[in-house]
Structure formats: C-alpha cells, structure tokens
C-alpha cells in the first residue's frame, strides 16, 4: 500500500502600512499584520507601529525565504504587502 503524504503549506503574511501625512517622505509603519502559517524568526518585527523596512529586511533575508508577491499603495500614504514563503 502507498503512503501518501500531506504537502505543506505556505506561509503567507500580509503586512498594512502608511506613513505621516503631515510628514511627506516619512518612513512607511505597520498598522497591522496577518500571519497565515509562520513568519518565524521575524515575528516580533511585524507589531503595530514598526517600521515596514525593519520587517522586510528580516522577512526577505535570503536564509529566511520570504519572496514579495504583491506590493500595492492604496493611498499617497498607505498600502500593504503580500509576501509567502513555499517549503
């Protein structure tokens, strides 16, 4: 008989930011992040209020494995980010 086996899944992570409007050129923060799956080792980076640079240095280190799959403004200052990382 065959074994089968499950397939992982990826892991998906959905970052939403904006910046200072009162501030043109104002770092891009974190208003809230969706995690489906892990974002480990970079989890602590995705809280409230973080800047989104420090978050995706850590998610997209090559070691980590997290690749953009979407990246959309909304606004002149907001957007979000969609990475995933396949195992």
């Known amino acids: 008989m065959a ?3 499950a397939v992982r899944q990826p892991d998906l992570i ?3 930011w904006t910046r200072d409007p009162l501030r043109p050129g104002s770092a891009r923060r974190i208003i809230a992040s969706r995690v489906i799956g892990s974002a480990q080792p970079c ?3 995705l809280a409230p209020n ?3 640079i420090n978050a995706l240095n850590c998610l997209l280190d090559a070691d980590i494995g997290f690749k953009v ?3 959309r403004k909304t606004s002149s200052i907001s957007g979000f980010v969609l990475l995933q990382r396949n195992h």
């Open 43 to 45: 989890t602590f980076t």
């Open 14 to 16: 959905l970052i939403s």
């Open 3 to 5: 074994r089968t086996k």
């Open 50 to 52: 973080r800047l989104l």
């Open 69 to 71: 799959v979407i990246n």
